[in-house]
């Protein structure tokens, strides 16, 4: 299993593109479902599935907020919080859904409502208490509970409350719950709560749900909080409980239908992924991203051009691609001084790229593809690509060509060209 260890030292990436997150039952048609079914985490896991998770609709991190006019105060405020386990949490970025009285981002708000209702059909009754608090809310709460500024003190109220810009609520993702009437410290006692954790917790898991501080995980911050939960998704689940192996590499690929493209682009050396075990699949693929990835397809070929962009520094990862596709006219950049490497790209540049990489060849046939302007700059490369086998479209004759492209997609176009293109 792969541990928290491994996760540690990543840094939570905190603006992605979402993906398929959302936890269905399990079904011979569902192999993400079965993965998460499957899987059998750790209590340190379970931290690390929320903690490394890539979610949608978060702001990076940024400096620590301000909790008393004090900030002398608030710096050892932050170091007490920070040896608890605490750690500084991103925050909502858009806008939030309003359930069962308490605002959540949208995913975690529709599986909500699905845990819940999966709750009432076996019997058991459960409702939020708490769902996204912003920073001055979290402040409120803690300054509320403040009696005295001593380390014993705050350190005591650390058990209670987590110190403003370190709640996990800050996210949208993470809620307290009870069951019926009881109150929220009683939770752990009720039958909501034992059904919500029978077998390494599989009917909070089938809806993307975890526990926020499993019994027997390190210290988190608080004291043991068995009320509340994080919602993260199938897929950072089957992440949280990955190994890789030299078959299978990536934990998110298993809903893609590329997976095999995928694996291919990892053992050929063009990517390693996003971070130690996920490829990213519906991610987009930025301008220098693109180029790093033709370039090491083409086996790293040098080249002493001049590179004209002043955003394609010497010694980053893509100066060397941009070079390259500089002097083979694959590319002229964005203007006469920019290339825009972290421009996402969309599909028609990338196979333009692609085209002139293999010295544009020259195609006769008709295009296959409503969407694509007969006197655009991508109508001879989307044909070669199109006759090439590179390519089948996003649908019956559309190619969706000014649509960003996407992680698998590039590996499907990489793959498809290495099999069709003789040399």
Same mark, same amino acid.
Request: aromatic share 14%.
């Given at each position: 299993m792969l541990t928290n260890q491994l996760f540690r030292g990543r840094a939570l990436l905190a603006i992605v593109v979402a993906f398929a997150l959302t936890a269905a039952p399990a079904s011979a048609a569902d192999p993400l479902g079965d993965a998460v079914a499957a899987t059998r985490h750790t209590p340190d896991e379970l931290v690390a599935s929320f903690d490394f998770a890539r979610l949608p609709g978060l702001l990076p991190v940024g400096d620590p907020p301000p909790i008393t006019a004090d900030p002398v105060l608030d710096a050892r405020i932050r170091d007490l919080a920070e040896a608890r386990g605490y750690r500084q949490r991103p925050e909502a970025s858009g806008p939030l859904v309003r359930t069962d009285g308490y605002l959540l981002q949208a995913g975690a708000s529709a599986a909500w409502e699905e845990l819940q209702a999966a709750a009432a059909a076996a019997g058991h009754s459960i409702s939020l208490t708490s769902g996204y608090r912003d920073v001055g809310h979290q402040t409120r709460i803690f300054l509320g509970l403040m009696t005295d500024t001593t380390d014993a003190a705050i350190d005591e109220l650390l058990k209670l409350s987590a110190a403003p810009g370190y709640s996990k609520h800050h996210t949208g993702y993470a809620i307290d719950?009870?069951?019926?009437?009881?109150?929220?410290?009683?939770?752990? !006692? !009720?039958?909501?709560?034992? &059904?919500?954790? #029978?077998?390494? &917790?599989?009917?909070?898991? !089938? $809806?993307? &749900? /975890?526990?926020?501080? +499993?019994?027997? #995980?390190?210290?988190?911050? +608080?004291?043991?909080?068995? &009320?509340?939960?994080?919602?993260?998704?199938?897929?950072?689940?089957?992440?949280?409980? $990955? %190994? +890789?192996?030299?078959?299978?590499?990536?934990?998110? %690929?298993?809903?893609?239908?590329?997976?095999?493209?995928?694996e291919w682009l990892a053992a050929e050396g063009i990517t390693t992924g996003c971070?130690?075990?996920?490829?990213? !699949?519906?991610? %987009?693929?930025?301008?220098?991203?693109? #180029? %790093?990835?033709?370039?090491? /397809?083409f086996n790293k070929p040098p080249s002493n051009s001049i590179v004209p962009f002043d955003d394609v520094p010497p010694g980053s990862f893509y100066f060397e691609p941009v070079r390259w596709m500089t002097g083979r006219a694959i590319t002229t950049g964005t203007s006469t001084t920019t290339f825009s490497p972290d421009t996402p790209l969309t599909r028609a540049e990338f196979v333009t790229f692609l085209w002139r990489a293999v010295g544009r060849p020259a195609m006769t046939t008709p295009l296959k593809f409503d969407d694509v302007e007969p006197d655009g700059f991508a109508i001879h490369a989307i044909k070669w690509a199109t006759e090439s086998g590179i390519t089948k479209g996003t649908a019956a004759r559309m190619f969706s060509p000014d649509d960003t492209a996407t992680r698998a997609q590039i590996a499907a176009f990489l793959h498809r060209f290495k099999m069709s293109v003789p040399g």
């Open positions: 719950v009870r069951s019926g009437s009881s109150v929220l410290h009683d939770f752990a !006692t !009720t039958d909501a709560y034992a &059904w919500l954790a #029978a077998n390494d &917790w599989a009917n909070a898991k !089938t $809806f993307g &749900w /975890l526990p926020s501080y +499993p019994a027997g #995980a390190p210290p988190g911050g +608080p004291e043991p909080e068995p &009320w509340e939960f994080v919602w993260v998704g199938a897929q950072n689940i089957v992440c949280g409980d $990955f %190994t +890789p192996t030299p078959g299978r590499r990536f934990c998110d %690929t298993l809903n893609t239908g590329l997976a095999s493209d995928i971070d130690a075990v996920r490829f990213c !699949t519906n991610e %987009t693929v930025t301008r220098g991203q693109a #180029a %790093t990835f033709l370039w090491r /397809l």
